[in-house]
């Protein structure tokens, strides 16, 4: 998985997972020609292609955990492939994002508690 948004936050990603210890999994990556922008009416982050690159993390999740994490996420966020670069290289992962029209086109940045820099 490639997480960018408020599962970075260890404690988020933790209580939604119901898996302790998944934060310290988390690995430093990079996706290039997508920006962070606003979920339209909402707090949260999407991904949607742009001039620009996205600082997040890569997590191996548990069958159950991704359960969870679905559900958490929401029925209007899909599971899409992206190229992304970690820490050994390029690797395919694949993030929730959600369909354009659903944006606001706002940058969205990871709270000051997120692992991963912004």
Known sequence: MFLYGTLLDG???ERMAGQSGLAR???P?????F???HLRGTPYP???PGVGEVRGALLRVSGPALVRLESYEGPGYA???LLVVGPRGPVWARAWVVPRW???GRAWM???RSLIPG
């Not at 990556?29 to 020609?33: D, F, R, V």
């Open 35 to 37: 920006v962070r922008v």
């Open 46 to 48: 999407t991904l949607i």
């Open 79 to 81: 599971l899409r492939p």
């Open 25 to 27: 999994r988390l690995r």
């Open 110 to 112: 990871p709270a000051r």
């Open 102 to 104: 659903r944006v606001d």
């Open 29 to 33: 990556a990079l996706l290039s020609g």
């Open 11 to 13: 404690r988020v990603l």
